[in-house]
């Protein structure tokens, strides 16, 4: 039996070999004609079939057979004497091992000695066999099912294939023939039964190294090969090196259809399904480049806007939750590129030292710091007086594109190196949030850099447009992802204003509050946008805007007007005698609640409320409050008080305002209408310990005063309100707790567990009809 000449199964497609010659093979056009169709029907036969996963390796029975010379030989073959070895085999790149080297196996088999692969199916043959011809013999493998021989069959098929493939295409001769072998690569990757990433990785690999290895090909050549491959691309991410093609590709031929038809969808998957660009950054640097070459296009960021729309969707809700990070971090690494050649030049560009100290000789300059995002640190708001009455000195510092000016103070430089002792680097914020009449830094940028920074901050400017990626893209960069060059670009921050603009005018507070810094200690874009900041470049008003929107949020609260008393008060006056009534509101606040301890700073600030209209007015309505609050705080009146059911804040503060309540211990509000907005006159009575909210809508905002007001409060009932664990987390200030009943409310098992750690005193608990009661930790 000559196994050698065995074909059967000739109808079964899983034996058709690919019939498109490699470089080596000569094939008529009339050859070419006939076979093209086949891996068609076979790609038709193949989708309705079974799919596999790519062996890598695996436990199967080998075989081999030599060709027989003598009779002996032919004896010694026959299936009666044939010995079955078992082994572990390894699908290696180029050759076929076993784990075990010994017997059949000792050597192992190269693709490039298999001749054929074929599965045995005529009668009394092996069961599940298959037989690889090799030269002298021929290689039994034999599986324990039909599912396992037809898996290894196509596994093999794969590696041989892909072993010759990547063997001809080495040595390219003819680049229309290269082409031709490319589409036939392509096209035995997408009809190949196996499901596995390899599949399409692999041919794209193999095009990756043959383009990085030739270098001078023409550009339609590039184009041809780009769309050759451009099926490979609708469900893989391209090889690092590839990116690198397209990359060029892009810059050199932005407004080539190429970039439009093939890498569109590419990139557009890139930003749908990316988690990380740290571990493939040229997927990164390969979608900067798309977004750059659609901007050279004739609507230049029309186009750019329709893309990120597309990316959007229709929609108001992005349906990828990944698309916003993605094109965040492109922006944030395009914009970084626009100053990286100052950041790292060596021996032009000052450090972050040289900034503070002013001059300093070329030759005692040391090498800047590394490539980083910034870390944010505390501004030097408390020296600005010191550096508005000093003498400025200008430095100029030139680098090959950049142009620096940097204005600064030498006393006042002098104070601040020897409080930040010798050896300390300064902070950012140190370097550059002083007052914008002692400090001007003006940086020029090339013009490609200037057009890359218009791009990308164009984008960051769409992209906060879209309501539901407003909160995320605040939250990306709440923490100032920029480096310090671009903070002291004047461009740069006038165009990332709009963003801030579009976050302060949202009046949903995870917005908003990204305006604060990340946290305490460390300055946000409400210290840089506000009078003294770097990147003030107005009168106040953005800084205005801010305010507003903070105070009218849950930002009503002494902690936020004493950062404002402490920091920002002479712009506050300021503002607030020009007419803002945002700022006189701030005034009148700081004076309700004692910020201000200074007997003459009092003075200062009543004299400005009296010099405006609205002012007055507001000063006039605060005195009056003040009356009645004496009056309400006076001793004397009721120990306990209980509201009749169906009440309102109007009720409450009607009853208030009618006599003394200096002695009210016990406040009941149970089953009536009061809302959050009763949190104002109740945190006026200085003697209350116990307070009975049961039923009632008094939510999360109100919670937040009451614990910072009525520290002295122990018993607190919150049965059946709409509380959440924003508002309950507050409760942790309120130290004298000694009884909570938080019943029916939407209190959460960990909040329950920080809020147990934080209240020493608290002894009893009603946590009933909670997430806490239901799962408890």
């Known amino acids: ?76 073959t026959s299936k009666f004497l044939r010995r079955w070895e078992p082994h572990h085999l390894t699908l ?30 005529w009668e009394n043959a092996p069961k599940y066999c298959l037989q690889l011809t090799i030269p002298g013999g021929t290689v039994l493998l034999q599986a324990a099912n039909s599912y396992l021989r037809d898996q290894w069959f196509h596994s093999l098929q794969w590696k041989k294939k892909i072993y010759k493939y990547k063997k001809v295409l080495s040595n390219p001769s003819r680049w229309e023939v290269v082409l031709k072998e490319i589409r036939t690569l392509v096209d035995m990757a997408l009809t190949s039964p196996l499901q596995d990433d390899s599949i399409h ?77 740290g571990k493939c950054p040229r997927l990164r640097l390969f979608t900067q480049e798309y977004i750059l070459a659609l901007n050279e296009l004739n609507a230049g960021m029309e186009v750019v806007k329709k893309f ?51 001059c300093q000789q070329q030759c005692d300059r040391k090498p800047n710091l590394p490539l980083r995002l910034l870390h944010t640190s505390p501004d030097l708001v408390c020296q600005e007086a010191t550096l508005s009455e000093s003498r400025l000195k200008s430095v100029i510092v030139t680098s090959n594109e950049i142009h620096v000016e940097v204005e600064r103070n030498n006393t006042a430089n002098q104070k601040m190196t020897a409080s930040a002792g010798n050896d300390s680097e300064p902070n950012l914020i140190d370097c550059l949030m002083v007052s914008p009449t002692c400090s001007t830094m003006s940086i020029e940028l090339s013009p490609q850099a200037d057009r890359i920074l218009g791009c990308y901050v164009e984008i960051l400017k769409i992209l906060s447009d879209y309501d539901d990626w407003r909160p995320a893209l605040a939250s990306l960069l709440q923490p100032i992802p920029f480096p310090k060059e671009a903070l002291a670009h004047e461009k740069f921050t006038k165009e990332l204003k709009y963003v801030i603009q579009r976050f302060a005018e949202d009046p949903r507070q995870e917005v908003h509050s990204c305006l604060l810094s990340v946290r305490t200690g460390k300055d946000g874009w409400f210290q840089l946008y ?25 930002y009503k609260t002494k902690k936020f007007l004493l950062s404002l008393a402490e920091n920002k ?33 009092q003075l200062q600030i009543i004299s400005t409320l009296e010099s405006t209209d609205v002012g007055k007015k507001m000063y006039e309505q605060l005195c009056d409050r003040q009356r009645e609050l004496k009056e309400l705080q006076r001793k ?45 006159h109740l945190i006026k009575l200085p003697s209350l310990k116990q307070l009975n909210l049961w039923s009632t809508q008094f939510g999360d905002a109100g919670l937040r005063l009451l614990s910072e007001h009525l520290t002295m409060l ?49 002894k009893e608990v009603d946590v009933r009809y909670t997430e806490a009661w239901k799962n408890p930790p």
């Open 714 to 762: 122990q018993v607190l009932n919150l049965c059946e309100t709409p509380v959440t664990d924003a508002g309950l987390l507050a409760l942790s200030s309120m130290k004298s707790l000694c009884s909570l009943n938080m019943n029916s409310t939407k209190l959460s098992a960990d909040t329950y567990e920080d809020l147990k750690a934080k209240l020493p005193n608290l």
């Open 530 to 554: 506000s009078p003294g900041g770097v990147a003030c470049d107005d009168d106040g008003e953005l800084f205005a805007s801010m305010v507003h929107i903070l105070m009218g949020s849950c």
């Open 92 to 121: 290696a790149d180029n050759s076929l091992a076993s784990a075990t080297p010994t017997g059949y196996m000792e050597n192992s088999v190269s693709y490039s000695s298999i001749e054929d692969v074929q599965l045995l199916s």
């Open 636 to 680: 004397g009146g009721p120990t306990r008080l209980t509201l009749p059911s169906k009440s309102t804040d109007a009720d409450l503060a009607r009853l208030l305002s009618s006599g003394s309540f200096g002695n009210l211990e016990n406040l009941s509000l149970a089953f009536t209408n009061v809302t959050s907005a009763c949190a104002e």
């Open 201 to 277: 990785q692999a041919p794209l690999e193999i095009v990756s190294k043959l383009l990085s290895e030739n270098t001078n090909l023409t550009t339609q050549e590039h184009e041809n090969i780009i769309v050759a491959i451009a099926p490979l691309l609708e469900n893989n991410h391209p090889p690092p090196d590839l990116c690198e093609f397209f990359c060029k590709h892009c810059r050199e031929r932005p407004r080539s259809m190429v970039v439009i038809e093939v890498f569109t969808p590419v990139v557009q998957r890139i930003l749908k399904h990316n988690m990380d660009f």
């Open 308 to 358: 990120i729309h597309s990316m959007h969707g229709p929609t108001g809700q992005c349906p990828h939750p990944r698309v916003l990070p993605n094109l965040v971090a492109v922006c944030l690494a395009a914009i970084y590129s626009c100053y990286e050649e100052f950041i790292n030049s060596r021996d032009n560009s000052p450090s972050l030292k040289e900034i503070r100290n002013g």
């Open 1 to 76: 039996m000559d196994l050698t000449s065995s074909s059967g199964g000739a109808g079964d497609p899983r034996q058709i070999e690919e019939t498109k010659p490699l470089l080596g093979g000569e094939m008529s056009a009339v050859e070419g004609g006939k076979l093209g169709a086949v891996p068609c029907r076979r790609a038709l036969l193949l989708c309705n079939g079974m799919r596999y996963k790519l062996l890598q390796e695996g436990d199967i029975q080998v075989c081999v057979i030599r060709h027989p010379r003598t009779f002996l030989s032919k004896i010694l």
């Open 569 to 601: 008060l002479g712009p506050c006056m300021l503002l607030a005698l020009r007419g803002n009534q945002t700022m006189v509101e701030i005034l009148c606040l700081m004076l309700e609640y004692n910020i201000i301890d200074n007997n003459d700073t």
